[in-house]
């Protein structure tokens, strides 16, 4: 028996974590066991137990609960605590996802053990490195033994930085399994896009299902943290909401509800403009299904917007997922108040068609898991 450790910590994290952890229940029941630890980077009842509850992950084998904090000493706590465990329990694995302070602490000290890190989402980039998830993320495919990355430019990305795919020699950090695997949160939209959910109470006097509105986030720091990024991003929401009567549904990260609060307190009665806490995964795909339009800086939502055939304006100069813009249905709008006016005006105004299959079939997760039981069982 494969015994595979994996970290979560941050919302998105849960998710990708609710496609492997169903697989293995599903389909390795025999030949792997999987135990989370939970960092506790994200605490909240609706930015982490809610997915839990919903998306039927099981519960953390370990919780650290290392809260938030500067960016070294969540990484320095959660590096400390996770090699403690990692001596403790010598798994075979640990498998860490994405981008945030969790993975790169995770695939830190598992490194330095010689446990093998298993990165999902591997070979993405912005090529800004002043961004911390990419500095998280380069460092994690730079340790890794196994990359399993989400598209076919993930995989390219690897090898512009010298990380190939393995020759005959045993598998290592040096010498790593290299595989576009699909998506594992295409996967996730694909089995829970059907399972019914309620709406908090405000959503549920707007009837979605029968109103037009466009679904928007704002989360990066970069965005949240400078005034002027984020007056000009809420500047054109209002905008944007006024030109096309049109509702927006803004389900506020708990960075950005502290950063934003005077505007909350203005539009708190605005009868077009709809502040919330953080949605489920669950009401998420439903919003996802029933928006005309996305507009975002987070990187999971843009992707999502795709899989439900919804065009996204994104409020970055660039983004990881390049496949989107070629097909036009996402722009990168960056924060220019004027750009965003456009090409939302464009997306609301005219018909969007043709969403080529882009992340896989599905069945991302099963993918990673039968290489890691092929490498690790021999
Ligand atoms: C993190 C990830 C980012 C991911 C995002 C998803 C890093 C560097 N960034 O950003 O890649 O897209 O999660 O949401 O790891 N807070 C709460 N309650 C919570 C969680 C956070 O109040 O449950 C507040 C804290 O004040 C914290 C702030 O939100 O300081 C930001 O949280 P943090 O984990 O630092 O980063 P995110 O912006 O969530």
Redesign the pocket.
């Known amino acids: 028996m494969i015994r595979l450790f994996t970290i979560v910590g ?3 994290q849960f998710i990708k974590a609710a496609a492997i952890s169903r697989a293995v229940r599903l389909h390795f029941s025999d030949s792997i066991s999987e135990t989370l630890i939970h960092t506790g ?4 009842e609706n ?2 137990d809610v997915f839990f509850r919903e998306m039927e992950i099981p519960a953390p084998g370990f919780h650290l609960g290392v809260g ?1 904090g500067t ?1 070294g000493a ?1 990484t320095g706590k959660m590096t400390e605590a996770i090699e403690r465990i990692l001596l403790e329990q010598q798994p075979n694995a640990l498998l860490v996802y ?5 993975t790169l602490a995770g695939a830190l000290a598992a490194a330095k053990l010689h446990i093998p890190v298993v990165h999902v989402e591997a070979g993405l980039r912005s090529f800004r490195k002043t961004m ?2 990419e500095v ?1 993320r380069r460092l994690t495919d730079h340790i890794s033994t196994f990359l399993f990355s989400p598209t076919g430019v993930g995989v390219d990305n690897l090898k512009a930085e010298g990380i190939m795919h393995h020759d005959e020699r045993p598998l290592s950090a040096d010498n790593p399994l290299v595989i576009n695997c699909g998506d594992v949160m295409y996967d996730n939209a694909l089995y829970f896009s059907e399972k019914p959910c309620d709406l908090p109470v405000d959503l549920m006097k707007l009837d979605c299902a029968n109103t037009p509105f466009v679904l928007c986030t704002v ?3 970069f965005n949240t943290d400078d005034p002027v990024r984020l007056s000009a991003i809420l500047q054109a929401l209002h905008e944007v909401s006024t030109r096309h009567g049109m509702h927006i549904i803004l389900p506020v ?3 950005t509800r ?1 950063r934003m609060e005077t505007w909350i307190r203005q539009h708190s009665d605005h009868p077009y403009i709809h502040i919330t806490d953080p949605v489920s995964y669950l009401q998420m795909l439903f919003l996802l299904k029933h928006t005309r339009l996305v507009m975002t800086d ?3 939502l843009q992707k999502e917007a795709y899989f439900f055939q919804k065009p996204c304006v994104i409020f970055r100069h660039e983004t990881e997922w390049v496949e989107i813009l070629k097909t036009g249905h996402a722009v990168c709008t960056d924060t220019d108040v004027l750009r965003i006016n456009e090409s939302a005006d464009h997306f609301l105004r005219s018909a969007t068609a043709g969403f080529p299959s882009l992340y896989g079939n599905g069945h991302a997760s099963e993918v990673i898991l039968d290489n890691i039981v092929k490498y690790l069982e021999a």
């Not at 980077?41 to 909240?44: L, P, V």
């Open positions: 941050a919302r998105p980077q994200h605490y909240d930015m982490s938030s960016h969540m994405g981008d945030t302070n969790s911390p998830e998280n989360h990066r720091d990260h708990p960075r502290a987070s990187g999971g």
